[in-house]
């Protein structure tokens, strides 16, 4: 059973965006217990450094909210989330020891502080918003495992306590994200929940739709987090040209954002539109050149210019312009990058352009440097075949493309 960035699991996506991605953080009278005035700068400052992927600075930030007020759950919470995305953002293909037991370590951290808060404060409605989180968190982390009925249980529960929030605050409309998001992955995810379905998952899209617009025009800090998983779902479901337009906003509220950044390069390559996919991405990888900013040991669009490279490749090749894409394939496997997956299917493609070109003892050790890397998406099944037969374009077939892992592993789960 595999599941994409988008559609890993259905709660513990709506508790990063809802909590993690919403930014500015301020405070409200009615709910300031859920994010004091006293921890608004650093959780603030943290949320902006994670859309730069500057994940450092926003560590150092949530140690400072720990310090201010260490009996909180929200820095925890949110120190949960940093973990979550530091292990994820490239691919979930990604496989990293030591951050998965980070990330289990701060879920049970939050666990225990959301609890203990529960007990010594009467504001039920902050204690289950970050209890429900930290489940959601834990629900994560038993889907990286494979561990299904776990997952749900974790997923499940900490939904129950998100719906809590509601009936305590009805006006909480920030909150209506996560169970919007909840409720539409429930009904559209069906394939990928049916080994769960004596467990009676329901969705209803509709009233899915419904929350996420509270949420999109009534809430006072997810309006742009409701935009950016309404982009999800049209990507999700092939309106690809409402994506562009949402993600056009999105860019435009944070252009220094590296992840925004990728996701406008990855809805134009699903559109086909392989000449402006080259464009953005040759604008994304000026912009990693730049030093970086002052007190970084590192630009933070260095981290996501693996898949930028692969995807310009791709669209190259798409358009037939062989030399091009041989390029940008070069530039994939020079690049530097935690998740080696991009450099091994870019060796993938460099090895079928070394078959088209006749090529074939060059093909072959490209194939063989394939096998003898981590397994990703289809890479070593694809590497056995053209062992067996080389690799030659059926010029005949006008759809012959290459699409990207991330299109062909939506389509394997619908």
């Known amino acids: 059973m595999k599941l994409d960035a988008r559609k890993s699991f259905l709660f513990i996506l709506s508790l990063f965006i809802f909590l993690f991605l919403s930014q500015p953080i301020k405070a409200q009278n009615k709910n300031d217990n859920g994010f004091p005035a006293i921890l608004e700068a650093d959780l603030s400052a943290a949320a902006t450094e994670v859309y730069h992927l500057q994940f450092n600075s926003a560590e150092r930030h949530l140690h400072h909210a720990m310090v201010l007020l260490p009996d909180h759950p929200a820095p925890y919470f949110f120190m949960t989330m940093l973990r979550w995305y530091q292990f994820t953002y490239d691919s979930l293909e990604y496989r990293n020891?030591?951050?998965?037991?980070?990330?289990?370590?701060?879920?049970e951290r939050t666990i225990t502080v959301a609890k203990r808060y529960l007990k010594k404060n009467k504001n039920k409605a902050t204690g289950s918003l970050y209890?429900?989180?930290?489940?959601?968190?834990?629900?994560?982390y038993r889907v990286i495992r494979g561990q299904w009925i776990r997952a749900y249980f974790d997923g499940k529960k900490g939904y129950s306590l998100m719906r809590k929030v509601i009936e305590i605050d009805p006006e909480l409309y920030d909150a209506y994200l996560g169970i919007g998001m909840y409720e539409y992955y429930a009904a559209t995810l069906g394939?990928?929940?049916?080994?769960?379905?004596?467990?009676?998952?329901?969705?209803?899209?509709?009233?899915?739709?419904?929350?996420?617009?509270?949420?999109?025009?009534?809430?006072?800090?997810?309006?742009?987090?409701?935009?950016?998983?309404?982009?999800?779902?049209?990507?999700?479901e092939g309106r690809l040209a409402d994506a562009k337009e949402i993600m056009e906003v999105l860019t435009q509220s944070y252009p220094e954002s590296p992840l925004?950044?990728?996701?406008?390069?990855?809805?134009?390559?699903?559109?086909?539109?392989?000449?402006?996919?080259?464009?953005?991405?040759?604008?994304?990888?000026?912009?990693?050149?730049?030093?970086?900013?002052?007190?970084?040991?590192?630009?933070?669009?260095?981290?996501?210019?693996a898949k930028v490279y692969y995807h310009c490749g791709a669209a190259a090749f798409n358009l037939r312009h062989f030399d091009r894409a041989k390029f940008y394939f070069n530039k994939t496997i020079e690049q530097?990058?935690?998740?080696?997956?991009?450099?091994?299917?870019?060796?993938?493609?460099?090895?079928?352009?070394?078959?088209?070109?006749?090529?074939?003892?060059?093909?072959?050790?490209?194939?063989?440097?394939?096998?003898?890397?981590?397994?990703?998406?289809?890479?070593?099944?694809?590497?056995?075949?053209r062992l067996k037969k080389s690799y030659q374009m059926d010029r005949r077939n006008g759809n012959n493309f290459i699409y990207s892992p991330l299109q062909l592993w939506n389509e394997e789960l619908q």
């Open 131 to 140: 209890l429900g989180g930290a489940l959601g968190a834990k629900g994560w």
């Open 336 to 385: 530097h990058a935690e998740f080696a997956g991009w450099k091994t299917m870019a060796i993938l493609r460099m090895g079928e352009l070394m078959d088209m070109e006749g090529k074939r003892k060059e093909a072959i050790e490209n194939y063989k440097k394939v096998l003898g890397l981590p397994k990703v998406w289809n890479s070593q099944r694809i590497a056995k075949e």
């Open 97 to 107: 020891p030591v951050l998965e037991k980070a990330l289990e370590y701060e879920a």
């Open 260 to 305: 925004f950044r990728w996701c406008e390069i990855q809805t134009l390559f699903y559109q086909k539109k392989w000449v402006e996919t080259i464009l953005k991405g040759d604008k994304y990888s000026a912009a990693a050149l730049k030093a970086p900013p002052s007190g970084n040991s590192i630009n933070p669009f260095n981290l996501l210019l």
């Open 191 to 236: 394939p990928a929940l049916r080994a769960l379905a004596s467990f009676s998952i329901r969705g209803d899209k509709w009233a899915a739709l419904r929350s996420l617009q509270l949420a999109q025009y009534k809430s006072r800090y997810v309006r742009l987090e409701a935009a950016y998983f309404l982009w999800s779902g049209a990507m999700d």
